[in-house]
C-alpha cells in the first residue's frame, strides 16, 4: 500500500537557519504530493502541493520538488523563522477526494 | 461557513460509555473525512462520504465505530462503547468535487479522553 516516511525529529534550529525536512513516498502511479503544517493546539493547514513529477510547489518561503526518480518530496526553506515552529507532515492522495496518507510528522523548534 | 466547524471541542468518557462528535463541513464542499491523529502526531484515516453517501470506509474499524452524514445536519461520528485507545484528536476534513478537491480543509479537531 501507499507509505510516506519522513525524517525522525525534533529539529531545533537557530532564527535565520537554512531548514530541510526529508520526505520519501511509495505508492504506485502519479499521486499528488503535500505537505501540511499543525501549529500548536490548531487543526493542518496546507502548506503546499504538487500534482506531477518535476512540479516545485512554493509558499511563505518554504519550496518541495516533486521528484519521480527518487521518489521524494523534500521541504526546504532558506531562512526560517520562530514563527514556522510547528509540526510538519509530508502527505500524499491518488488524486481529488481521495484520502489523505501522512508521514509520521515532524517537529520544528526555531529559537530567536 | 468557511471554515471546517467541529464540536465539541473537548470529550472526556468513561471507558463503556458512547460518544459522538460532529463535523459540519464548508458551505459547498460535498466531500468530508474523517482522520484519528493518536500519538500527537500519527494520522489515520477513517471515512469519507460524498454528500450523505459514504466514499471510502477502508480506515473505518469494523466494530464500534459509526459514521453519518444526513442532508442539512452536521456529519457525526459515533464510537460505542469506547475504549481507552480511543483516545486521541479526532480531525474532519473537506472538499470541493473535481478540479477544486485536491485540498482538504481541517478543521480544529475535536480531543476524546477516554478514562
Known amino acids: 500500500g501507499d507509505s510516506v516516511t519522513q525524517m525522525e525529529g525534533p529539529v531545533t534550529l537557530s532564527e535565520e537557519a537554512f531548514l530541510t525536512i526529508n520526505c520519501t513516498y511509495t505508492?504506485?502511479?502519479?499521486?499528488?504530493l503535500f505537505w501540511y503544517v499543525q501549529y500548536p493546539g490548531e487543526g493542518l493547514q496546507l502548506l503546499l502541493k504538487?500534482?506531477?513529477?518535476?512540479d516545485k510547489g512554493s509558499n511563505k518561503g518554504f519550496e518541495a520538488t516533486y521528484r519521480k526518480e527518487t521518489t521524494s518530496f523534500h521541504l526546504e526553506k532558506g531562512s526560517v523563522q520562530v514563527s514556522d515552529s510547528a509540526v510538519y507532515f509530508c502527505?500524499?492522495?491518488?488524486?481529488?477526494?481521495?484520502?489523505?496518507?501522512f508521514g509520521k510528522g515532524i517537529t520544528l523548534s526555531v529559537r530567536p | 461557513g468557511e471554515e471546517v466547524a467541529q464540536t465539541p471541542k473537548h470529550l472526556v468518557r468513561g471507558e463503556g460509555q458512547k460518544a459522538k462528535l460532529y463535523c459540519a463541513p464548508i458551505?459547498?464542499?460535498?466531500?468530508v473525512f474523517w482522520y484519528q491523529q493518536v500519538l500527537k502526531n500519527e494520522f489515520k484515516f477513517l471515512i469519507s462520504?460524498?454528500?450523505?453517501?459514504?466514499?471510502?470506509e477502508t480506515g473505518m474499524p469494523k466494530e464500534r465505530f459509526s459514521a453519518k452524514c444526513l442532508p442539512n445536519s452536521p456529519c457525526s461520528l459515533e464510537i460505542q462503547a469506547t475504549k481507552l485507545e480511543d483516545s486521541a484528536v479526532y480531525f474532519c476534513?473537506?472538499?470541493?468535487?473535481?478540479?477544486?478537491?485536491?485540498?482538504?480543509?481541517f478543521g480544529p479537531g475535536t480531543r476524546l479522553t477516554v478514562t
Open positions: 476534513a473537506s472538499s470541493q468535487t473535481l478540479a477544486g478537491g485536491l485540498e482538504q480543509y
Open positions: 505508492a504506485t502511479g502519479y499521486p499528488s
Open positions: 504538487a500534482t506531477k513529477a518535476d
Open positions: 502527505a500524499l492522495s491518488r488524486g481529488a477526494n481521495s484520502k489523505l496518507t
Open positions: 458551505k459547498g464542499h460535498s466531500y
Open positions: 462520504f460524498q454528500n450523505e453517501n459514504v466514499f471510502d
